[in-house]
């Protein structure tokens, strides 16, 4: 017979930006994300250090893990990416 027991994990993501302001609006735009209550299954936070940022997720299993990690990953690119186009007028 087979057990399988889920262990917590959990992640400490770091994701420099070419500013501190652009960590700072990548960071506001999560925010409503991270306020969200923690599901039984994960947690997440989000904070900044100069132009870094970090992401902070614990989770009940490697799957809940995966799955916050790609979500918030994702939203940052998102916002990151909508930084560019000023980036570009700016130069």
Do not use: H, Y
């Amino acid at each position: 017979m087979w057990v399988v027991r889920a262990e917590k994990s959990s992640a400490l993501v770091r994701i420099e930006f070419e500013s501190v302001r652009e960590a700072e609006v990548v960071k506001q735009a999560l925010a409503p994300e991270e306020e969200l209550p923690a599901t039984s299954r994960c947690q997440a936070k989000v904070f900044r250090r100069e132009n870094a940022l970090f992401l902070q997720v614990e989770a009940e299993d490697t799957a809940a893990l995966r799955a916050a990690l790609n979500s918030f990953i994702r939203w940052a690119i998102v916002a990151r990416d909508m930084l560019e186009p000023r980036r570009k007028r700016n130069g």
